[in-house]
């Protein structure tokens, strides 16, 4: 299993702010597109990707067991 | 001690300023973010933020590094609230001590233009007539690399 | 509402801020000046401040007034302390708020170089082998004018 | 009858932080030298003056009833 979680629009489009599925062996990319065609509100084109709370630029880069991914939109604190 | 949290309660200043105060500093800056009430016509009533916390705690730690790598001996502490804040109430604070005054003030303002491209924080505005997540709308922003760039302020 | 005030007891770093807070303001930037141990291989025990109280806070003020007319909008608070203060003391908060970070950067480092210049404040310090007036040896200052010159940042 | 306040080390050459005396009609020149031969260790070229409060640059100003005038040595607050 993996995790995603979802926050600010993702959260209230998607009404929960994680999902775990078995998405080990997927890769980036794979995961985005999953979402995407399950939550269709989902905009995840201008996100950045964190895997374990640092960000990875590799859409390549397979899910291992237990991997924590969030798709990180444009980020307005400060 | 110098420390980067990401917290629900009001921030006290002082305690943000005394972390990084030591023997070697002369200098302190800070800079603090308030809630403001008008941006140009447009009427704020309250906003939200919400972080990724442990991540947000993490990026923060890191641009404490950066700073201690580009100024050496000084210190850096930062603390961002989450949950629903009011006209004026204080949203950031960052403190930054150095032996001399002219690189706190470069690297206190090195932070805050940190925090706002790479710490998972989102701002949510509550105006008179509606509410977005700031994020959401600023389609001028996007990361073609898939991360924010390493350091851009140079 | 703002203040301008030369005092003998500690400075609350949390009061000069909300001093400035407005719900037009969006950023604070505070300057704090702090008692450093070392200067180079000089080793300084403690500092003695001792001010000129009511021309001090009239040209603070006058400080006040230049930063609101260059960066309209713009409030600064400022407090200095007198007397004997020991390392890390905080000998002076400057606040400075404004609706962007911008100007509360470009105000607060006009403040505390405004101070230096104009501002009736002398410092003693007491070092492991000595003591001395810091104006007293500071012989590249003077005044050909007899008085500082108006502006001279810009 | 005048006042003249002393700061810093000009009080501890002086050995009091101020001074009465009948000056008025005097103009700050003649004040500062005034004061430099009561007191010689009084070094008052690199001042600035004050009068009442203000910075004041015309040396030739004439001192007043009650003025308040001070020399300010190169200031190092901050």
């Known amino acids: ?78 | 001690m110098e420390y980067y949290k990401i917290t629900s309660q009001e921030i006290d200043v002082n305690e943000v300023v005394s972390s990084v105060i030591h023997p070697e500093s002369g200098a302190v800056n800070t800079f603090i973010g308030t809630v403001r009430e008008f941006t140009g016509q447009k009427q704020t009533v309250s906003l939200q933020y919400e972080a990724y916390p442990s991540m947000a705690e993490k990026q923060l730690c890191r641009i404490g590094s950066e700073i201690s790598d580009r100024w050496p001996g000084v210190k850096t502490s930062i603390v961002h609230r989450t949950g629903k804040l009011a006209i004026s109430d204080i949203a950031v604070v960052i403190a930054v001590a150095s032996p001399h005054r002219a690189e706190s003030y470069e690297a206190s303002r090195y932070a805050i233009e940190r925090i706002k491209e790479i710490v998972p924080i989102w701002k949510k505005e509550y105006w008179v007539d509606g509410e977005e997540w700031i994020g959401d709308q600023l389609e001028q922003t996007s990361y073609p690399n898939g991360r924010p760039e390493e350091e851009r302020h140079d």
Request: without cysteine.
């Open chain 1, 1 to 78: 299993m993996i995790k995603v979680l979802f926050f600010a629009d993702q959260r209230e489009k998607v009404g929960k702010d994680q999902l775990e599925f078995d998405g080990e062996g997927m890769n980036i990319h794979a995961v985005k597109t999953y979402l995407e065609e399950k939550y269709p509100a989902l905009a995840l084109d201008r996100t950045m990707t964190a895997v374990n709370e640092e960000y990875e630029e590799e859409e390549e880069r397979l899910m291992e067991k237990n991997d924590v991914i969030a798709f990180i939109p444009p980020v307005s604190g400060g």
